[in-house]
């Protein structure tokens, strides 16, 4: 194919903040995981796809195959739809306790 241009499982995004290699980063309608630190307005590798333990809202009980969504504005990962954009599902159950604050997702590379 003349127009193939890559596997598309990683791709080159400006980051809106900075970030560390493994947190979060939503640019637009697409999520992906840092795969390095860059400081805002900086491009960094970002993994589409793949399972990956990521920040929770620590006070939230998660259950395999729940829904996760992403709050851009606390940077972390919640079961609450509103005001969020769904990154893929839960892989774990994770309790609700104050210090469970990672849960590992299964981003789902759509928009």
Partial sequence: MKNYVQPGNTITLIAPYAVASGDGLLVGSIFGIAAGDAAIA??????LVG???????GSQAWTVGAKVYWDDTNKRCT???TDNTL???AVEAVAS?????????RLNATF
């Fill in 79 to 81: 079961t609450v739809a």
């Fill in 97 to 105: 306790g104050a210090g469970d604050t990672i849960g590992r997702v």
């Fill in 51 to 57: 399972v990956f333990d990521i920040t929770k809202v």
């Fill in 42 to 47: 900086e491009p960094v590798e970002a993994a």
């Fill in 87 to 89: 990154i893929g599902v």
